[in-house]
């Protein structure tokens, strides 16, 4: 099996693997239509030109996933409500669209910005 990719399922015809690029995928499009979030960081056009972090790291570790999330908030709202509305949002679609385990998913507040 190709590094970064995971096992889903394994039947008589062959395993069913996902990618840590489809995972990161997952956590974006999640994070992206959770309360609060404006954006995430690392998109658009101009984050080809910065160095830095991307938006989404995946990490396959002996007892599951780890993900670390940076996101750009809207101002004037509670940053822990908004955290915590990403990272339930976050583990629920990973857990119905994957099955896999979870060990850490932390989620950052890289700025705060008006719509």
């Known amino acids: 099996m190709e590094r970064g990719h995971h096992v889903l399922a394994a039947t008589e015809f062959g395993n069913v693997s996902v990618s840590e690029a489809a995972i990161a995928q997952i956590v974006r499009h999640s994070a992206a239509e959770s ?9 658009g056009i101009w984050s080809r030109f910065r160095s830095g972090k991307k938006g989404v790291e995946v990490e396959w570790r002996d007892d599951g996933l780890a993900i670390e999330l940076s996101v750009v ?3 004037g709202l509670k940053l ?3 955290a915590t509305a990403v990272r339930a949002r976050v583990l ?3 857990e119905r669209m994957t099955g896999l385990p979870i060990a ?3 989620v950052h507040i890289d700025k705060v910005r008006g719509r």
Not at 35 to 43: E, I, K, N, S, T
């Open 73 to 75: 908030v809207e101002r």
């Open 80 to 82: 822990a409500e908004v």
């Open 35 to 43: 309360y609060g979030v404006v954006a995430l960081v690392g998109q």
């Open 92 to 94: 629920y679609e990973l």
């Open 104 to 106: 850490a998913l932390e």
